[in-house]
């Protein structure tokens, strides 16, 4: 089982890109550790789409404001959380 740091750049796709940067950076990401397989590939496709949705949150509540480092701080804790599951 491996530790997945593709986690970091699916949750980063969408403050940078919206939507359709997620969507396309998680579906590049997921089927890339899928081709992989293994017996960490189940955990590794939840732990891509967790990060995209984070990172897809973050952008929806701060679209049009420049987040302050409390908050930039916050996504990367959340980002974590996704690693420690």
Avoid: H, K
Wanted: aromatic share 8%.
């Amino acid at each position: 089982v491996q530790l997945d740091s593709r986690t970091v750049m699916a949750a980063l796709a969408a403050p940078f890109g919206g939507l359709p940067a997620a969507v396309i950076a998680s579906t590049m990401m997921g089927a890339f550790r899928a081709s992989q397989g293994g017996a960490g590939m189940l955990p590794g496709l939840v732990a891509i789409v967790m990060a995209s949705t984070i990172g897809y949150a973050f952008y929806r509540i701060w679209r049009g404001r420049t987040p302050n480092a409390e908050q930039l701080l916050t996504l990367s804790l959340a980002i974590c959380s996704v690693l420690a599951c």
